[in-house]
């Protein structure tokens, strides 16, 4: 969705503060969050892309205006909600009113180091061949999909080149809304500054995206 | 995304933020019904804020600049040259690294939300989840690295990486000069995280790192 989150390009931020020796958590309440995601995501009840889905489905003017941590928790009460994990009122009181719902699988402390040490790839076997090769001039699709999308604003109607090839990965548009993994050949595509921001962008400096096959059509033909 | 934080009041006191507060009610509801051990999310906890850091990251670019072997394999598949140190896991199934030059200087971005390659570097940052960095990174790479304090040649042109799927990716820096006679140990101490996202380059001496 063109969501308060697809930020690529937008002015008026002000400048980067980095903090000097910043801590990894700001608050307490921020661990709890960050580890209550990793370990609801664990119970299979849904998917990354689904969680990524659900905090930037926020209004821009709330996005914008949310610290990191309170999004996570925003999206991760309303993904519990609409998963009928517990009631609005059971997680406002923290009191326990209607019955569990199994789960899959729910994350233990020995499995934490085996589980998140090895990690949860999302390359899959390539559905068929390539549509595209290295060296291909591509556009990104003027597309403006309702829901979750990974293809950022800034490129659509833009041409680039295909650098790198992947193999197939899980396809996030369609495994956000639990309507299946429905993997595609996933490429490293490059643009140039200047295709990107006109006279804005400085001669020679390069953008790179991934971009899922169906994002791209062969440069030429009509959007 | 605001750049400032919610704090906790004093844990001891009854005075929780209201948000602390309802974090509280949340994890009371997810335990009582199962779903989570609180065991587990004190693992995670530790894991990602004593365990996984930028200190993984410069071992493999200092492995990367005394072995030429390993670098290679580095650039070509980075997942599994970065297995090789014993290190992996969620948030770096699928890196990729990408090496700067005189002529080239990579920088490391996700305009959408916040990928970041949690293996090698850690958890991110707060600027680098926030919108003045992911709004600028790609448009203004420069005034971005000036923020940082960080000048390059005028000659040095930059790519910016918008990690939009699964790939994560790592900036290899170049070695500084005048660092052969320092051992492997000695080179990752020079390499910050800002100079694997990007944002910095290895210090030039060991007492600067």
């Known amino acids: 969705m063109n969501g308060g989150h697809d930020l690529g390009g937008m002015m008026g931020f002000g400048p980067v503060v980095p903090e000097p020796g910043e801590p990894v958590f700001h608050a307490e309440w921020e661990r709890r969050v960050f580890a209550m995601a990793l370990a609801m995501g664990f119970t299979g009840t849904w998917s990354l892309d689904a969680s990524r889905s659900a905090r930037e489905d926020m209004p ?83 597309i403006h999909p309702v829901g979750h999308t990974r293809l950022p604003r800034y490129v659509r109607g833009r041409t680039g080149t295909i650098e790198r090839m992947h193999g197939a990965f899980v396809f996030p548009d369609t495994n956000a809304r639990g ?25 020679g400096d390069y953008v790179i995206v991934a971009a899922f096959e169906s994002y791209l059509e062969p440069a030429g033909t009509s959007t | 995304m605001t750049q400032h934080h919610d704090h906790d009041h004093d844990e001891a006191s009854s005075t929780l933020s209201p948000i602390a507060a309802r974090v509280r009610a949340l994890e009371s509801i997810l335990i009582e019904k199962g779903y989570v051990d609180p065991a587990a999310l004190d693992a995670l906890i530790a894991r990602y804020e004593t365990q996984v850091g930028p200190h993984d990251g410069a071992r493999v670019v200092a492995r990367a600049w005394v072995d030429p072997a390993f670098r290679e394999r580095l650039l070509n598949a980075a997942t599994p040259a970065i297995a090789e140190l014993g290190i992996g896991g969620r948030g770096g199934e699928h890196m990729v690294v990408v090496a700067n030059t005189p002529e080239t200087h990579n920088l490391v971005v996700c305009t959408l939300c916040s990928c970041y390659p949690w293996t090698v570097l850690g958890l991110p ?85």
């Open chain 1, 179 to 203: 309507a299946g993994e429905s993997p595609q050949w996933l490429y490293t595509v490059g643009f140039t500054a200047t295709a990107l921001w006109g006279e804005t962008g400085a001669v």
């Open chain 1, 60 to 142: 821009p003017a709330e996005y914008l205006s949310a610290s990191y941590y309170a999004i996570w928790h925003t999206a991760l009460e309303r993904q519990i909600v609409e998963n009928a994990l517990a009631t609005p009122d059971e997680i406002a009181h923290g009191t326990p009113v209607i019955p569990a719902r199994p789960v899959t699988r729910v994350l233990r402390a020995d499995a934490v180091g085996p589980r998140f040490g090895s990690g949860f790839p999302s390359d899959r076997p390539a559905p068929g061949p390539a549509r595209y090769a290295v060296g291909d001039a591509v556009v990104a699709r003027n």
């Open chain 2, 125 to 209: 940052p707060v600027w680098y989840k926030s919108p003045p960095y992911r709004a600028r990174a790609v448009i203004d790479p420069r005034g971005v690295l000036g923020d940082f304090g960080l000048v390059l040649p005028d000659a040095t042109r930059i790519t910016v990486w918008d990690s939009t799927a699964e790939l994560r990716y790592m900036v290899l820096p170049m070695r500084p000069p005048g660092t052969e006679t320092l051992d492997e140990m000695q080179l990752a101490a020079l390499v910050s995280r800002d100079a694997m996202i990007g944002t910095g380059l290895p210090a030039a001496r060991e007492s600067e790192a």
